[in-house]
């Protein structure tokens, strides 16, 4: 029996389906990078760098770019789901460590869910109150709406069904969702732009350089979508051309967005007091230079945007589950594929229940970090297999992308305990 394939319960051999081409792997990067940065995390960067929070985004970008490169050749030289967990094993050839980092990665991954679920149910909660003013876990960090906390389980649940019916339905939703919350986006900034104020970047550096990199290492949950996309190497039908063109576009199109917002948000709202807008910044932006209607239209972007994030982690989760199952790290069991569907069925269930319990466990904060902290040591990970898997001039990009993420991290713990006052909420 190859890697790639396992068997129905008649016997018969069932391989992965080979549907996605350029546009699905846009779709999958483009719907994984922006969930988490913009909507998510936005709020939180702008509070802890000040007005050069653009530049927290710029950073984080530039850094991923040279995981990027590594992704690619790597994906191609072995292209199995299980992104980072196959690269490691190729790498080192210790199954010990390839499991324990592929267990960690999928923790990741259902962070990242948690984390837009809890974007999702905010914002929908808002526009469908259930309950109005009553909260769970009222007085303490955890607090949340009766409408945010259902809608957070709908989210998930609905987007686990999407993904039982097979990767071409999947990618096809992936495609509208994404589509419309770039739409969006667009809009924001070309109206914004006209109504920020230039005092509202004075004090540019006041809070210096650390501040600037150390926040940024909350974007990297939104640079899961490197990882996802090469999860989905397998299923696509031309790895060669649409891998690559959908990574470096994807990251193209990903980071002129992401400085574009931060900059008008920055522009319009200033620094003060952002904190307190959390995950809903954008609408908050937005009903200065728009209205009413401009919180409208960036709750329902923020509705679409977890929406599509949701869709595209839970893809790439459940892919890289089913390759841990198929290689005995955890039960075999998950590793079935439907033999309709032709898609990892029990992966893709188990991975969601994950997501809801992190989803119980933890607030927005926490979320955020341990998902960020989890895929930057994921493409340290990456980037050390690159260097000891790709030749010649190949592997220089994967060389630049360790010695950045070790600075990164230096600096994140040099910096953590007084940038991040949220710390405290771990114990």
Known sequence: MSEKETTDNNGNHVELSKELGLKEALGIAVGALIGGGVFSVLGLVINNSGPAAFLSFLLAGIVSSFTAFSYVRLALKYPKAGGAFIYVQEAFNKKWLSGTLGIVLWFGYSFSVSLYAMTFGRYLGEVIPIAEGVELFAGTSYAVSISAFIFQFISVLLFVGINLLGVKESTRAQNILVLTKVAILVLYIIVGITATQKSNFEGFFDKGFFPIVSSSVLIFVSMEGFEILSNSVEEMKNPKRDLPVGMFLSI??????????????????????????????????????????????????????????????????????????????????????????????????????????????????????????????????????????????????????????VLYLIVWIISFFELYPFSSLIF
């Open 252 to 405: 193209i199109i990903v980071m002129v967005l992401y400085v574009a917002v931060a900059i008008v948000t920055v522009g319009v709202l200033g620094t003060k007091g952002v904190a307190g807008f959390k995950e809903v910044i954008l609408s908050e932006s937005a009903s200065r230079f728009l209205g009413t209607a401009g919180i409208g239209i960036m709750v329902f972007a923020a509705i679409v945007s977890a929406a599509s994030a949701i869709n595209a982690t839970l893809l790439g989760s459940s892919r890289l589950s089913y390759m841990l199952s198929h290689e005995g790290i955890i039960p075999k069991a998950m590793a079935k594929i439907n033999h309709k569907t032709r898609v990892p069925a029990r992966a893709i269930a188990i991975s969601g229940i994950l997501s809801i319990v992190f989803v119980l466990a933890f607030n927005i904060e926490i979320v955020a970090l341990a998902a960020s902290i989890i895929f930057m040591f994921i493409f340290g990970a990456v980037n050390l297999s690159g260097i000891k898997l790709l030749e010649g001039k190949k592997k220089i990009p994967s060389i630049i992308g360790v010695i950045l993420i």
